[in-house]
């Protein structure tokens, strides 16, 4: 029998076994979920990127052509750079609320719970690939925008894209991760699509700048996380916003701090995972 002492010490579950941080683990993880987005790009990515686009056809083609402007600029150049947030939201919610659900549901979440990743390795393996598939969609549409006719989505801002374009495409990431906890099946993760994901966002003043609308309606648009994001991710492009960047921020910060902190404690817990 071997007498020397062992080095095994028993961990609470979630606790990575594996030093501060597990990267080799971490980083499985994220290749794995960029990988399976990957193999289907044509609907993860492209088909996206082409549904945004449509949205810009529709709106410069019904209300563009007639000369309209918007906070000093054409109907066009003011819609463009919130169709492009709105596709990376949209997409980081889908691919975040998919992985987890698709365990529970097909039997395989232990491919999920059982390596040895902390609670914080789990998420963030996780959060960063939605945030890769949200930035490949929005780079897909800024690059064809670029070619555009009558469409001008130069950077004017550039720290301010990337930073409203990740605390939006984290902030979505995060609700997606909660939706795929309480889940039980694709149907719950649709309702929460369509009847909070959706409707957020096409209330954000993404078509329409909230100054031309009634106070009360203007207090909830204020109210409304996504607006922010918007507003930001324009700024970057036409460097003028909707609402000072600074307070954006600064919700979008505290947002994502409430979501990250109530995930990581359910998360930890196995709230509706291990039953």
């Known amino acids: 029998m071997n007498d020397q002492p062992s080095n095994w010490v028993a961990r609470n579950p979630g606790e990575s076994a594996l030093g501060a941080v597990n990267w080799v683990g971490l980083r499985a993880l994220y290749i794995k979920e960029v990988r ?12 996206p990127a082409v549904t945004t686009l449509l949205y810009l056809v529709i709106f410069t083609v019904a209300l563009g052509r007639s000369g ?10 003011f819609l463009a750079p919130g169709l492009i947030v709105m596709g990376m939201l949209q997409n980081a919610f889908a691919n975040s609320s998919f992985s987890l659900l698709v365990g529970k549901i097909q039997g395989t979440i232990i491919d ?4 040895p990743l902390s609670t914080a390795e789990l998420m963030s ?20 925008m670029l070619f555009w006719p009558g469409v001008h989505v130069g950077v004017y801002h550039l720290w301010a894209v990337v930073w409203f374009g990740l605390m939006g495409s984290i902030m979505l990431s995060l609700l997606g991760l909660l939706t795929s906890l309480w889940a039980e099946k694709f ?18 003043g993404t078509f329409y700048s909230v100054d031309h609308l009634q106070p009360a309606f203007a207090a ?4 409304n996380p996504f607006f922010h994001v918007i507003s930001g991710f324009r700024y970057g492009f036409l460097a003028q916003a909707d609402s ?3 307070i954006g921020s600064a919700v979008l910060l505290a947002v994502n701090l409430v979501l990250a902190v109530v995930t990581y404690v359910l998360l930890r817990r196995g709230w509706r995972i291990r039953n």
């Open 36 to 47: 399976r987005f990957f193999k289907v790009q044509l609907q993860t990515i492209w088909a």
């Open 68 to 77: 309209r402007m918007v906070m000093g600029v054409s109907f066009a150049d």
């Open 112 to 115: 999920y719970v059982m390596p």
């Open 125 to 144: 393996g996780l959060i960063a690939a939605s945030v890769t598939r949200a930035v490949l969609v929005g780079l897909a549409v800024w690059f064809i």
């Open 187 to 204: 149907d719950h993760a649709a309702a929460v699509t369509n009847f909070v994901v959706v409707p957020l966002s096409l209330l954000s």
């Open 220 to 223: 909830i648009s204020h109210a």
């Open 244 to 246: 000072p960047v600074a």
